[in-house]
């Protein structure tokens, strides 16, 4: 599939587990279950992440767009 717009790729994304890095440092992985046009994203199966270690599990969790730098495959 060949991606036009950077939604493209979110949208292949859908329900496999990504890795989402905040600007305040944070990281968080889950499966993405959902976004909007303002990449507000939510996550089922949520767990925060310190130096690839989980630290807690959230389940499912909301991300403001505003606040996410990077979005990767896990």
Do not use: C, S, W
């Not at 493209?8 to 909007?36: H, M, S, T």
């Not at 996550?43 to 403001?64: C, M, P, S, Y």
Request: aromatic share 4%; net charge neutral.
């Amino acid at each position: 599939m060949e991606l036009e717009r950077p939604l493209d790729a979110l949208n292949d994304a859908r329900n496999k587990r990504v890795l989402v890095e905040l600007k305040n440092g944070r990281q968080y992985a889950g499966k993405l279950k959902a976004f909007d046009i303002h990449v507000n994203i939510v996550l089922q199966d949520a767990e925060e992440r310190a130096e690839g270690e989980t630290k807690r599990k959230l389940g499912v969790t909301f991300i403001r767009g505003d606040t996410i730098i990077l979005i990767t495959p896990e």
